[in-house]
Each structure stands twice: as structure tokens, then as C-alpha cells.
């Protein structure tokens, strides 16, 4: 049976939006871990066969095929090409299960997946605006469709409202919102000052570590924050922050790893994606759990450490709650309120953060999931080598 394997993990520290990374173009950032990941693994970059990307909002400095303009922004060879990949939040975990695919599949044996984002230069949802905007069109990529208008009338797609669904659907309050959003930046805090990041990170320039964490942050501030929307639980304290980052992944097949003299670190073990209601659209982790474990053969008990988006506190909390998960095993070193969401990128940088965080822990299975635009969910299975 054909294998997959995880060679190397390497990403960038976070970028607070406005911080130190703003000012990077993305393709400079993109191109700063492939740079390192080639470096790290001592691959001849020009066995590479492809280059699969995760981005949204691919418009300016994002537009025209990062993926490529990223490998050839790092000075590596123009032989090998690049596909850049949109699937919303997930795009870059998407771009992992590309990158296994094409290997499993045995088309090709030497592929760098990853993802990069630059928030503060190309805000959310920019480039549909400014698409839209010139041709009069005001209702975004759903309402003006007859079939989507026909399926799901005029329900705002929206992922505050479908966040505050969650809040309300499985009974989570603010202060548990806020608890656990307190708990995020708490841990992120205790992996920075203890170095779990250290062995992942590239640092870039005098961005040396993760910028989201706030030190200052307490109870009681966060519960002195207007809600996002009337009537509703969900503050800014409780959501994934605005941010910058990239992270690449090397995947090999077992001749590749022969070949090449790679010493594999995990092999993807399970892949899929799921979907479940557009509109609520946060949950579909949920299911995708399910489907993976049932696919598997696996419970959660067999898994030893989960990494699961922290896109808004309620997404986390009710998956904890559907599925019984064990806390503790869950976003141990904090998660995307502390550390940001830079959004092409997450899913490559919670990949390489659950890899590290194995081999540092000797766990042998880990589990990676988060919710995507449209109501999609990608969930992965590594086990560590």
C-alpha cells in the first residue's frame, strides 16, 4: 500500500494585523518558508514535482497563482510549478490532502504543500468587494444566484450569525466563550516562554515569535467588549484574530524517501472533507469528526492530540460537546484567538504545530480539523513515525 509521508513542517511566526509582518508582500513570506523547508530537509528543490498553495482572497500582491510566485520568489528552480487553492478557511490543510493525494496516487513523489496569507494587506473578503463593486452588484457571492436564493432565501451567510447559531443551538453562554478564549491565550503564552514553538518557527526579520498572545488580557476586559452583533454573545475576545503567516509541508512517497535519504516524521494516515448546512456553516467539523473516525476505524480515544481552528469560541466548544473529546488533548499550546488566523495559511500551520507537537510528546496519533466558508469541514489523521 502506498504511503505518504510527512518530511518536514516549518512556518513562520504569526503576524498581528498591522505588525511586524505587514509590510512583507506575500509572496516574500511564502517564499520564506520554502526557502526553510528546503533548507531543513536538504532536498534538491528541483525533484520538487509541485507546489499546492492554500490562499484566499487572491487579489493584488495575492493574485496571479501565489504558489508559484512564492517558490519562484525564493530564487528556487522555474522547472517546477504551482497551484494556489481555495478553500476558504481550510485552503492550506486542503493543500496537504492535495499533496498526499498526488503521492498516494503515486503521479508524483516529491510535493510541497502549504499556505500564505497577508491580512493586513489584503483585508477578508477584499476581493469580492472589489469585484463586485464595479459591476453594481451588492449581494456577494450568494444572494444573487435564482438556485442558492431558491434553496436558502435571504438568510445572511454570515459567520458571526452562524457562530452566534452555534452559541445558541448547543447552549454556550458568553462567560464559557470567554473562559475558554481566556484559556487559548494562557496556553499560547506557556508554549512561547517554554520554546514549543521554537523548532517549527522560521523566525522573519524581528518577528521571532507569535504576535497574538496577549499578555494583558484578563476576565474581566474581555467581558467589558461589546458583542459583534446586537443581542448577541460573541466579542472580538472570542474570535480568531486578523493576521499574517505562511507554513510549508514537504510530503514523500517511500521511493522518494528512499531516493532522497528523507527521514520521515508522520504519514498521513486519513483524508477527507465533509459538508453540512452553508448557512450556520461553522459546525461542519462536527460531522467530518464523525465520518473520519467511522472511516478510520479510530474513537477519540486513540487519539492523542487534536488541533481544531479556533475560528470563534463556540465552534470549539460544541464540537467538544458533540463528541466527548478530552479537553486536555485539545489546542494544547492555544489556538487561532491567541495565535491568529491567517487564513490561506492556518491549515498548514496547525499541521506543522500538531506534528511538532507529537514528536515532542511521543504521542503517536494526532487529528486536525476546522470549519470552512460554505460549510465544510477538512479533517486529517497523522501518525507520528
Same mark, same amino acid.
Given at each position: ?81 504551482? =497551484? *494556489? !487553492? &481555495? ?7 486542503? /493543500?496537504?490532502?492535495? $499533496? #498526499? ?105 524581528? =518577528? *521571532? !515569535? &507569535? ?7 484578563? /476576565?474581566?476586559?474581555? $467581558? #467589558? ?122 491549515? #498548514? ?37
Amino acid at each position: 500500500m502506498a504511503e505518504a509521508y510527512i518530511v518536514e513542517a516549518v512556518r513562520t511566526p504569526v503576524g498581528r494585523r498591522g505588525g511586524g509582518l505587514a509590510g512583507v508582500h506575500p509572496a516574500d513570506l511564502g517564499a520564506h518558508v520554502l526557502t526553510a523547508l528546503v533548507e531543513r530537509s536538504g532536498i534538491d528543490p528541483a525533484a520538487v514535482e509541485d507546489v499546492v498553495f492554500g490562499c484566499l482572497d487572491t487579489v493584488g500582491p495575492q493574485a496571479g497563482d501565489i504558489a508559484r510566485t512564492c517558490w519562484l520568489a525564493a530564487g528556487l528552480p522555474e522547472e517546477v510549478p504551482g =497551484v *494556489t !487553492v &481555495d478553500r476558504q478557511c481550510g485552503s492550506s490543510q486542503q /493543500a496537504v490532502h492535495f $499533496a #498526499a493525494q498526488a503521492v498516494l496516487s503515486g503521479t508524483q513523489d516529491l510535493v510541497v504543500a502549504g499556505g500564505v496569507q497577508n491580512m493586513s494587506q489584503v483585508p477578508i473578503a477584499f476581493a469580492s468587494r472589489q469585484a463586485a463593486v464595479p459591476l453594481g452588484l451588492t449581494d456577494g457571492p450568494f444572494l444573487g444566484s435564482t438556485g442558492w436564493r431558491a434553496r436558502y432565501g435571504d438568510q445572511p451567510v454570515n459567520q458571526f450569525a452562524g457562530a452566534e447559531m452555534i452559541a445558541a443551538q448547543w447552549g454556550i453562554g458568553r462567560e464559557e466563550q470567554e473562559e475558554f478564549a481566556l484559556r487559548s491565550h494562557r496556553r499560547a503564552i506557556w508554549a512561547i516562554d517554554t520554546g514549543r514553538f521554537d523548532r517549527e518557527t522560521v523566525p522573519h526579520g524581528e =518577528v *521571532t !515569535v &507569535d504576535e497574538g498572545p496577549r499578555r494583558d488580557t484578563s /476576565a474581566e476586559k474581555m $467581558a #467589558a467588549l461589546r458583542p459583534v452583533l446586537d443581542g448577541g454573545t460573541i466579542t472580538a475576545a472570542c474570535s480568531s484574530q486578523v493576521s499574517d503567516g505562511a507554513a510549508a509541508l514537504l510530503l514523500a512517497s517511500e521511493r522518494a524517501v528512499r531516493q532522497h535519504g528523507l527521514r520521515p516524521r508522520a504519514r498521513v494516515h486519513h483524508l477527507s472533507a465533509r459538508g453540512e448546512d452553508p448557512i450556520r456553516m461553522l459546525s461542519a467539523p462536527i460531522p467530518a469528526t464523525a465520518h473520519a473516525l467511522k472511516k478510520t476505524g479510530l474513537t477519540l480515544d486513540d487519539i492523542d492530540l487534536v488541533e481544531i481552528n479556533e475560528a470563534f469560541a463556540p465552534v470549539v466548544l460544541a464540537w467538544l460537546k458533540e463528541t466527548g473529546a478530552d479537553p486536555g488533548k485539545v489546542n494544547v499550546n492555544g489556538g487561532a484567538i491567541a495565535l491568529g488566523h491567517p487564513l490561506g495559511a492556518t491549515g #498548514a500551520r496547525l499541521m506543522t504545530t500538531l506534528l511538532h507537537e507529537l514528536e515532542r510528546t511521543g504521542g503517536r496519533y494526532g487529528l486536525q480539523t476546522m470549519c470552512e466558508g460554505g460549510g465544510q469541514a477538512n479533517v486529517t489523521v497523522i501518525e507520528r513515525l
